[in-house]
């Protein structure tokens, strides 16, 4: 508990904020629902077959999985607040519409039949007795959905829309389980204090009920198209993949841009989620810049020649294939790489390896029937993840997918037996985990270095001067210490980065 309230002390400032963008977030999709849901219903309560059409494709657009639906958005409308409204709109209209749907069509024909009879057009049903009676069913469809949005709107912080969504995924990946928590507290309230409020709402008059809810949802909406609307200067906006490594990297980004021109915006993007989402930002050109890998480059992003992939290429070279092949394919622009290699690693757990007597990734097919691995999706679908651990080892194994900040602490705890990392992961060293040696050399080097547009590059010369000066420069070591710091000593990804720039010569001052 004593660390649960610190945690809330210190973090409060962001805590405040992620609020405000998750309930701005929240009701703006929720209006847009409901804009589009009320409507559509109320034009269909008399033709039951569209009725009926329209409810299965509502239901439909439901068993989307949020994550494939926001990967699909990334490349059409970029990231940030609009893929995310998108996405939260079509899974709360189905809701909004079923719940005006049957309170209308559940209003007794007598009454119908008399309004007619009394000479009463549509709309003047629709205001006298119709929407009146239908009520509390269309505010209880209201109520599901923004219960439902509020809770599938922390996913949004994949594509760096903000909210609370930040602190499960921050407590996630740091293994910190406090954040975790906040983070899903904070939303869960949020849903039933916003639940309570608007079921409240069905017992005042009609009018004053409207009124209300208007303008508890317009507020958010208009700041929204205000804060799209006013001129901003000119952005950089740096995004980067889960993990302390990657957030370490782009706050260094930040710091050296901000060095080379103190007038430049930079916003940062942590935690952005897959290659695959990054990646298509970036092309897109919703985002300028990102930390990439050269083996990432030549295994998953460009179509490399076979001789690219041979064993034994010399890490120059390798990036010099990394760097033609996205100029050539996708008119991209790769600045020199940092020194060290963070490549793949199948880790187990020292007293594991000691039993069984395991020390290369080739010693695991005597106790193959024992493992369970636990990798991500990532890891699972590479050619040189799990699959080149089949055909490169011939090892058939069971595996099961989960999320990157879990798989550490689930082999710690057991639940695992195995699992994918990277050379420079601090909990290798923090749950006395054991590296095994490559013996086939299935994994190929992986030197990181900062990926964007060919034409941002060109107009930011000295953007591309600034980080160049990254160059060969952080080891191994350097790289593991700071992730130690940043996921074990909790200190802020952003002080490490600085402290490291500082002591090394490549930031003056305390900028």
């Known amino acids: 508990m004593d660390t649960f309230i610190d945690t809330l002390i210190a973090k409060r400032q962001d805590l405040i904020a992620a609020i ?21 219903a109320l034009a269909v309560v008399n033709h039951h077959r569209a009725a009926t059409v329209l409810t299965q494709v509502t239901g439909v657009f439901q068993t989307i999985p949020s994550l494939a639906l926001l990967g699909l958005l990334i490349p059409v409308v970029g990231i940030g607040t609009i893929p995310a409204v998108i996405a939260l709109v079509i899974y709360a209209i189905l809701p909004v519409f079923t719940g005006t749907l049957t309170g209308i069509t559940g209003i007794d024909c007598s009454l119908e039949e008399a309004a007619t009879a009394f000479g009463m057009t549509r709309i003047e049903k629709l205001y006298r007795f119709e929407i009146p009676l239908a009520l509390p069913s269309i505010i209880a469809g209201i109520r599901q959905a923004l219960v439902m949005i509020i809770g599938t709107g922390t996913l949004a912080a994949l594509i760096g829309a903000g909210g609370l969504g930040n602190f499960i995924l921050l407590g996630i990946d740091r293994n910190n389980n406090t954040l975790t928590l906040i983070g899903a507290l904070a939303a869960a309230v949020l849903a039933i204090v916003f639940s309570g409020f ?32 006013r001129p901003t200067p000119t952005t950089v906006t740096i995004a980067g993949k889960m993990g302390s490594e990657p957030d370490i990297l782009i706050n260094m980004y930040q710091d050296l841009i901000h060095q080379a021109d103190p007038q430049i915006k930079v916003v940062l993007k942590p935690n952005f989620g897959q290659t695959s ?6 092309k897109s050109k919703h985002i300028d810049i990102y930390p990439e890998f050269t083996g990432t480059v030549l295994e998953s992003l460009v179509k490399p020649l076979k001789s690219q992939r041979e064993v034994g290429v010399p890490a120059k070279q390798l990036y010099a294939f990394a760097q033609e092949d996205l100029a050539r394919q996708f008119h991209m622009t790769y600045l020199p790489p940092m020194a060290y290699n963070n490549t793949y690693a199948v880790v187990i757990k020292k007293a594991f390896a000691q039993t069984h007597h395991i020390a290369t990734i080739l010693d695991l097919q005597k106790v193959a029937p024992q493992l369970l691995g636990g990798f991500d999706l990532e890891f699972l679908d590479r050619t040189d993840g799990y699959r080149g651990l089949q055909t490169k080892y011939g090892l058939n194994f069971k595996t099961q997918s989960m999320d990157p900040g879990l798989r550490y602490e689930a082999i710690n705890n057991g639940k695992i037996n195995v699992t994918d990392g990277y050379s420079t992961d601090s909990q290798i060293r923090q749950f006395h985990l054991v590296v095994l040696a490559d013996n086939r050399q299935l994994f190929p080097l992986y030197q990181g270095a900062p990926l964007m547009n060919a034409a941002f590059a060109k107009k930011h010369p000295e953007i591309v001067k600034a980080l160049n000066v990254l160059a060969d420069k952080i080891s191994e070591e350097d790289m593991q210490e700071m992730n130690y710091e940043v996921n074990v000593k909790k200190t802020p990804a952003a002080t490490v980065a600085k402290h490291f720039l500082t002591t090394h010569g490549l930031l003056r001052g305390d900028k």
Not at 21 to 38: D, F, G, R, T
Not at 201 to 227: H, N
């Open 20 to 40: 405000g963008q998750h309930i701005q977030l929240s009701l703006v999709s929720l209006l847009l629902a409901m804009v589009i849901a009320i409507p559509l």
């Open 198 to 229: 608007i079921y409240l709402l069905q017992k005042w008059p009609l009018r004053y009920a409207v009124a209300t809810l208007s303008l508890i949802i317009l507020y958010p909406l208009g700041a929204t198209l205000y804060q799209a609307a």
């Open 277 to 282: 989402f990054l990646f298509n930002a970036l």
